[in-house]
């Protein structure tokens, strides 16, 4: 029966699902490290997202409207985030874990003062963005039954992919940001403002985290539950470092973890223990940045020519 | 700066004098018997902090505000607030002021240990998780159960009658498989468990029970996927979730398979209206009806600090939502065995087997027998 379900296409469809809000949130923290800052508030910023999703598709009656308006958030807290960094000058991280900590609180107490509810926003009429059967894939056997049938933010994380990958090494302004991480006084004595660049990044962290939040509470599930992030912003933290925060890298490692949670749901089917079972995400981050550094150590001695 | 400084300085001091002194009016008027009922997590979880909360409400308007008071903390469920609630535990009672202090879950044992022992004067009333009074001296706590297993007994069986039903609309009726979706496993969810697959054995002695756990009791998507496995791959039919608010995932994985799940600690068909359809009925603790019990027992006097009582359907501690929307869901002839059922463990005619006190080989030979 396990055998069976690993095979079958239901597994690979349920690791695109499990991917999609990891993958947004990894490539939101590959721009931001790209630019040189950290940026742990993901797991904050998802949470928001998860409930201004639900807030906003509501108030427009457009899952659509719902997204952007959520993006503008999501934007926002990138913003604040970059203000409290850059302007402030305070610690990246603390001032992460403030907006993670901030979230936590103010989720509910939102959601308290719209729906009159603390834990589930049943009572708020919202709006998910829909699945959609791609025409003449969907017959593919196998594969049509893999890629059909996704959520159509699904189909973005994969497109955000590429188009990340093309904005940083293929705009002018993404190398301004590669410039400004790799070497901020460099990238300032050829006229570059460190600053604004980190700006830009922070901002456009902010909203591609965002819709990896929307994406939990307006797709994966069709409501908003408190704390629904569950972590999933630390994760995709340890999936852009382990890609090299790179675009294609972040995507291949968030895939893996997807993977590794899909197993895990498919393997209680089983009389494995599940404490051990529910292990292998964090047992799968634990091989793989173990295998990244290796690599990276093996890559430094071939520099140093020996 | 420096005035202001002392300025704000001066009107904290006279705001706390005037604290200190409201505190002690109070303590000289005439007393109503006051409970603090702390909670680690918040209100609004459609569930048994709430029902705990509206018990508390109903017996105040019930008793009136000169003979019956309380005070509700919400602490927070996530683990950024769990630190603070062993401390708020301890500011209540160094308070002084309650007459007895609520506390519940079994996250809660151990700073209820320390307190209990630190403050011997303080009552106590502990729900929802067996305290271990064998410890020391706790005569202090009384500790009330709910016989979730017995409750569950009910939803086992009527999962296992649903999942071989031809005329409900949703089932498959060749697979015998049944599902189950528990948060993490810790005593009482083993508890529901194991009246769960006792309830389904009884009625279907060859059923097969897929088991699942979130690992939390937040990450609904998480729930939702594991269940759309259990429901996909699994053959599963019905589902029973106990898994605080990822248990939801389990529902919207039913709508999403098009299959059954129950709910559990609320009416969960009232509460998730779009989903009804999926949901048969809701298994409850009343949490709320229980302490209200205890509450007037002890207003006489009578309640039996330093013991433990398990509610069960005779009691009133636990039901199963038997309304309009059941009646539609279930067809008559199980509903008229699950009352024979219900009846016949009031009577104490089945008993209804408990994962309290057993060790964890016997609970894994039970999930074995079903595997």
Redo the contacts between chains.
């Keep these: 029966?396990i055998v069976?379900?690993i095979l079958?296409p239901?597994?690979l469809n349920?690791t695109l699902?499990?991917t999609t809000?990891i993958l947004f949130a990894a490539l939101a923290s590959a721009i931001a490290s790209k630019s040189g800052v950290v940026n742990m508030a993901l797991e904050g910023i998802m949470l928001f997202a998860a409930l201004f999703g639900v807030i906003f598709s509501a108030a427009f009656q457009s899952a659509w409207l719902g997204l952007l308006a959520t993006m503008v958030v999501g934007g926002f807290i990138g913003l604040f985030l970059a203000f409290a960094v850059l302007k402030l000058k305070t610690d990246e991280i603390l001032a992460a874990i403030a907006i993670n900590?901030i979230a936590?609180?103010a989720t509910?107490l939102i959601l308290?003062f719209v729906s009159?509810?603390?834990?589930?926003s049943?009572s708020i009429n919202s709006l998910t963005i829909p699945m959609v059967s791609l025409p003449v894939i969907e017959n593919i056997p196998f594969i049509g039954t893999v890629l059909s049938n996704q959520n159509i933010l699904t189909y973005i994380s994969l497109i955000m992919v590429v188009v990340v990958h093309i904005f940083l090494y293929k705009t002018p302004l993404g190398l301004q940001i590669r410039a400004v991480g790799e070497n901020k006084d460099a990238a300032e004595s050829v006229g570059i403002s460190p600053d604004r660049i980190r700006y830009i990044s922070l901002i456009l962290s902010g909203v591609l985290a965002s819709m990896g939040g929307f994406f939990?509470s307006g797709g994966?599930?069709?409501?908003f539950?408190?704390?629904?992030s569950?972590?999933r912003g630390f994760i995709a933290l340890a999936a852009s470092a382990m890609g090299g925060n790179t675009p294609i890298g972040s995507f291949l490692v968030s895939l893996l973890f997807g993977a590794a949670?899909?197993i895990s749901?498919?393997l209680?089917?089983g009389?494995l223990p599940?404490?051990l079972v529910?292990m292998l995400p964090y047992l799968t981050t634990l091989i793989g940045l173990g295998i990244y550094s290796y690599s990276r150590m093996k890559k430094r001695q071939r520099l140093m020519g020996r | 700066m420096k005035r202001v400084l002392s300025l704000l300085l001066a009107a904290v001091m006279i705001l706390s004098l005037a604290a200190c002194g409201q505190t002690q009016d109070q303590g000289s008027a005439s007393e109503p018997y006051k409970a603090a009922l702390l909670l680690n997590g918040?209100?609004?979880?459609?569930?048994f902090f709430d029902s705990a909360h509206e018990g508390l409400v109903k017996l105040k308007e019930e008793l009136g505000e000169d003979v019956f008071d309380f005070k509700v903390e919400q602490m927070?469920?996530?683990a950024?607030?769990e630190p603070k609630w062993a401390p708020t535990l301890f500011d209540y009672c160094e308070t002084g002021e309650y007459d007895v202090i609520i506390i519940g879950t079994w996250q809660m044992i151990e700073a209820l240990e320390e307190a209990a022992q630190q403050f011997p004067d303080q009552k106590f009333i502990f729900f929802d998780e067996t305290f271990d009074f064998s410890k020391g001296e706790f005569n202090n706590i009384y500790n009330v159960l709910y016989k979730q297993n017995e409750v569950s007994f009910l939803v086992g069986a009527a999962a296992a009658m649903m999942t071989v039903d031809e005329r409900l609309p949703m089932v498959d009726p060749e697979t015998k498989s049944i599902g189950f979706l528990g948060g993490m496993?810790n005593p009482i969810i083993n508890d529901f468990l194991v009246g769960y697959i006792q309830g389904a054995k009884h009625v279907l002695p060859d059923v097969k029970v897929?088991?699942?756990?979130v690992?939390?009791f937040?990450?609904?998507?998480?729930g939702?996927?594991?269940a759309?496995?259990?429901y996909?791959?699994?053959g599963v039919d019905v589902g029973y979730n106990v898994a605080g608010?990822?248990g939801?995932?389990q529902i919207?994985a039913a709508a999403d398979a098009k299959r059954y799940a129950f709910g559990v600690d609320s009416d969960q068909a009232a509460?998730?209206p779009?989903q009804a359809d999926y949901i048969p009925t809701s298994a409850l603790k009343n949490v709320g009806n229980s302490l209200i019990r205890a509450i007037k027992l002890d207003l006489e006097g009578k309640l039996a600090y330093g013991t433990a009582e398990s509610l069960g359907f005779a009691e009133g501690g636990v039901n199963l939502v038997k309304d309009e929307h059941y009646e539609k869901m279930l067809p008559e002839d199980i509903r008229a065995r699950i009352d024979e059922l219900e009846q016949e463990i009031i009577d104490g005619k089945i008993v209804v087997d408990t994962a309290l006190g057993k060790t964890q080989e016997e609970i894994d030979a039970i999930k074995?027998s079903v595997?």
Excluded: C
Aim: glycine share 14%.
């Design positions: 029966m069976d379900a079958s239901e597994f349920n699902r499990a809000p900590l936590n609180g509910i308290l009159g509810d603390r834990g589930i049943s939990l994966y599930m069709t409501r539950t408190t704390g629904m569950a972590g949670q899909a749901n498919i209680q089917l009389t599940h404490e529910q | 918040t209100l609004g979880d459609k569930s927070g469920a996530t950024a607030d496993e897929a088991i699942g756990y690992g939390n937040y990450d609904s998507a998480a939702k996927d594991i759309l496995v259990q996909q791959s699994g608010a990822a939801l995932g919207e509460l998730l779009e074995a595997q």
